[in-house]
């Protein structure tokens, strides 16, 4: 059974590490820090990826963008990092997504040979970091007809083909940060949620349980702070100001047939593109914005009519379907971190990460990318390890698979059932005899779709409350399973999640 539990009770009086924040950054240092042999407490204030790492576009982005800059160390970092999270860590939950570049009137012969340049770098990249063909094909020109055959809707009307690339993509972002916790928590690792940092130095944390109100000093020989873009409230010698980015949730069916993401030119620009992102779960999201977001950050940051009324006017003039304001049936936004140096400029940090060491001798780990999550608790971590000479074996993450990953080919033997093999890989297995042991269900009821287009299954439920630390109907719906982004498909499933949570209680006898 789990060791991802709510509040503070029983915690140890002291720790090796003490890892503050659970989004993919601050899971990622609990796994780092406890396969080196460190004892590791990690805490959330609310939940696993309450925050910005459930707010992403899902991609294992291969760091073309940074190309562009001229960044080279970064693109590279980034691809590296995207082949061993496909290859290595988490097969189970990436897939190659390819990516059409529709050449319209507005993509002019210049921008689309740039872009053409762009892919060839880009696929550079990929070999650079020894990520095989197999796993992420090379770029190629198409023609109109097939980019209309992987897009039916795009507007037909000057479009002279279509360049068609590959990067990665997510099953899910919060399944991630969900199954690093897990894995982190299956090699010993003190996972709480619903603890809250209060205080924090560099050698104790004070922690108020937000289930109960008590509150607990716990000490640690490290500290490190991966709050992401909360962290300034906890150390007061960094200072982030957050940008916010903002997708949109449609229905499959109001682009019928769309098999790949697409790139949409906005219009009137030669350089600022939005993207159409089909989902494994009949949706697709469209992003991105970038708006300033000053002010107190919110524990969750919302989008603007002005943002999802520009993204659908895109999204409108690449496709031959006017999008209109009752297709978008969800819409969610996330806070992307920029530092405030102290000569007053602004570094932003989605593009690499930073680890600082403040006064009061607390690590913070800030920025960055979910696709570089390894590497960057693997930064943080040879930190702490130096500065506060613990004993420590050096970083092993880079060939530690995440709980049920597998290479492709053994994944795609697997017999179980395939919506849970997509989730959970070679724990499918587990997902499902673990439900069975606690409800006594058939397998057709613990399989079943729980309600009409919800492909979401009883056992994930289930498995949700008894590995992986769900407590509530709210963790279940938001961050164990991503039904919470469509409203109306969050009601239909309430009565789903409750039934989970009682069947699991009354297993328990509770
Ligand atoms: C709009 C957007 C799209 C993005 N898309 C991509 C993408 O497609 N691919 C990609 O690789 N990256 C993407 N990124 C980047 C990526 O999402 C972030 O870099 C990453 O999720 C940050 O994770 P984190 O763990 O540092 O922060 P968070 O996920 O925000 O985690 C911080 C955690 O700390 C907790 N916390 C805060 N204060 C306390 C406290 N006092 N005590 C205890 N806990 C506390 C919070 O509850 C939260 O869970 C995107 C970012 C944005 C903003």
Redesign the pocket.
Same mark, same amino acid.
């Given at each position: 059974m789990s060791r991802i539990t709510p509040g503070t009770a029983g915690l140890d009086p002291a720790y090796d590490v003490v890892v503050?924040? $659970?989004?993919?950054?601050?899971t990622g240092v609990a796994l780092d820090a406890m396969s080196r042999g460190l004892s590791v407490l990690a /805490?959330?204030?609310?939940d696993l990826?309450? *925050?910005?790492?459930r #707010?992403?576009?899902? &991609? /294992?982005?291969g760091g073309l963008r940074y190309l562009a800059s001229g960044q080279v160390g970064i693109a590279h970092e980034s691809a590296v990092e995207r082949g061993i999270l496909m290859e290595t860590t988490a097969p189970h939950l990436t897939h190659a997504m390819p990516i059409l570049l529709p050449l319209t009137s507005s993509v002019g012969v210049v921008q689309a040979l740039l872009a053409r340049s762009g892919f060839v770098a880009g696929d550079l990249l990929r070999r650079g970091a020894r990520t095989t063909r197999e796993t992420l094909p090379r770029p190629r020109r198409i023609s109109a007809t097939e980019a209309l055959a992987l897009a039916p809707g795009l507007r037909s009307a000057g479009l002279r083909g279509g360049l068609l690339s590959w990067d990665g993509q997510l099953e899910d972002?919060a399944r991630l940060v969900t199954t690093i916790a897990r894995t982190a928590a299956g090699l010993g690792a003190d996972v709480r949620t619903r603890?809250?940092?209060l205080r924090a130095t560099g050698t104790d944390v004070t922690l108020r349980d937000e289930i109960t109100g008590a509150t607990v000093c716990v000490t640690a020989r490290a500290v490190v702070n991966?709050?992401? /873009? #909360?962290a300034g409230?906890?150390d007061a010698d960094v200072a982030l100001r957050p940008s916010r980015?903002t997708h949109l949730v449609l229905r499959q069916n109001t682009l019928p047939g769309l098999r790949t993401s697409v790139t949409a030119p906005v219009p009137g620009s030669t350089s600022r593109f939005v993207m159409v992102l089909p989902q494994p779960d009949g949706t697709v999201y469209v992003g $991105?914005t970038d708006e300033p977001a000053d002010g107190p950050v919110p524990d969750v940051p919302l989008p603007t009519e002005p943002e999802i009324g520009f993204l659908l006017d895109v999204v409108s003039a690449a496709f031959a379907h006017d999008l209109r304001r009752s297709d978008v049936v969800g819409a969610f936004a *996330? $806070?992307?971190p920029l530092l405030d140096a102290a000569d007053g400029q602004t570094a932003d940090l989605?593009r690499k990460h930073a680890v600082l060491t403040s006064r009061s001798g607390v690590v913070t780990v /800030?920025?960055?990318? &979910?696709?570089t999550y390894r590497r960057m608790a693997e930064d943080a971590v040879d930190r702490v390890v130096e500065e506060s000479l613990l004993d420590a074996g050096p970083c092993r993450t880079r060939a530690l698979p995440l709980s049920g990953a597998a290479p492709r080919p053994v994944l795609a033997r697997l017999e179980d059932d395939p919506r849970l093999v997509r989730r959970f890989g070679t724990d499918a297995a587990l997902v499902l005899a673990t439900a069975r042991d606690v409800t006594g269900l058939s397998d057709d009821e613990l399989l079943a779709p729980i309600a009409d287009h919800l492909p979401t299954t009883l056992a994930e439920l289930v498995f949700g409350i008894t590995h992986e630390g769900a407590a509530d109907v709210d963790d279940l719906l938001d961050r164990r399973t991503r039904i919470g982004l469509v409203g109306p498909d969050r009601t239909l499933a309430v009565p789903a999640a409750e039934r989970a949570l009682a069947l699991v209680a009354a297993a328990s006898g509770g």
């Open positions: 503050i924040g $659970l989004g993919v950054t601050g /805490v959330d204030a609310h990826a309450f *925050g910005t790492s #707010w992403s576009s899902k &991609l /294992v982005h972002d603890a809250r940092a991966a709050a992401g /873009v #909360w409230d906890l980015g $991105l *996330g $806070l992307r989605s /800030v920025g960055g990318k &979910l696709t």
